[in-house]
C-alpha cells in the first residue's frame, strides 16, 4: 500500500529524504508493539520474535520492495512513516483490531528527467503484494513442517502476510490513500484478475 505514490500532485519530491533511516527503525518498533498487542504476543518472547518478523516481512519488506522497483526503474524513492497512522496503529490495537498506516513509499520523477508511465506503476504496485505472496509461502511450508512447539509462529507470518497481501490487492481508493490493487486495476485488469506479477513482463 500506497498513499502517496508520485509525491502526490505535485511532484514536489526532494532528491533524498535523510529521515528515511529513523522512519524505517520507529515505524518497525511501533507497529511490532501494536501487532503484539493486538496478537497477544507482548509478554512471550518467541511470539514476540514471530510478531517482529511478520512486521518485518509483512510491512516494511512490503514498502522496501516498493521503494527497490522504482529505483530500478529509475524514479526517486524513499520511505517516509506517517506518524498519525503509528498512533493509530497503536490506539486500535488495544481495542482488538488495527488499522496500520505506518508510512508509504514516496516516489518522484525519474532522476534524469521524466513521469512515471503506466507500465512503471502497475510493476511498482505489484512489488509489494508480490513480495507478501512470496513471504505468506514460505511460512505456511514451516507451518506445515515445524514443530508443535514452533508451527503457531510460522502460522502467525504466514497469517499476516496472506492477509496483508490480499488487503493490498482490493480495488479501493479514498481521499490520499490508493492501495496497490486500484494501481493494478486501472492499469492492467488481466494482471489484476491473476493476482500474478508473473504476467507482466519484466
Not at 501487532?35 to 497477544?40: E, K
Not at 512489488?127 to 508451527?151: C, I, Q, R, Y
Not at 496472506?162 to 492501495?179: E, H, R, S, T, V
Amino acid at each position: 500500500m500506497s498513499h502517496n505514490y508520485w509525491g502526490g500532485s505535485g511532484y514536489g519530491v526532494p532528491f533524498k529524504y535523510r529521515h528515511e533511516i529513523r522512519d524505517i527503525v520507529i515505524a518497525l518498533i511501533a507497529m511490532t508493539i501494536a501487532f503484539a498487542l493486538l496478537f497477544g504476543t507482548l509478554t512471550s518472547l518467541g511470539g514476540l520474535i514471530a510478531t517482529f518478523i511478520a512486521v518485518l516481512t509483512g510491512f516494511l519488506a512490503h514498502e522496501l520492495m516498493h521503494r527497490e522497483a522504482a529505483r530500478r526503474l529509475g524514479y526517486i524513492a524513499y520511505f517516509k512513516a506517517w506518524w498519525v497512522g503509528l498512533l493509530l496503529a497503536l490506539a486500535t490495537s488495544f481495542f482488538h483490531f488495527i488499522i496500520a498506516l505506518p508510512g508509504a513509499t514516496v516516489i518522484g520523477p525519474k532522476v534524469w528527467g521524466g513521469y512515471p508511465s503506466q507500465r512503471d506503476e502497475l510493476k511498482i504496485a505489484l512489488a509489494g503484494p508480490a513480495t507478501n505472496m512470496v513471504f505468506a509461502v514460505v511460512f505456511l511450508a514451516l507451518w506445515l513442517v515445524l514443530p508443535s512447539s514452533l508451527f503457531s509462529y510460522a502460522y502467525l507470518v504466514y497469517a499476516t502476510n496472506a492477509w496483508l497481501g490480499f488487503f493490498n490487492l482490493i480495488p479501493l481508493a479514498l481521499p490520499g490513500m490508493m492501495l496497490d490493487g486500484f494501481r493494478v486495476f486501472r492499469r492492467d485488469t488481466r494482471v489484476w484478475a491473476s493476482r500474478s506479477p508473473y504476467r507482466l513482463r519484466w
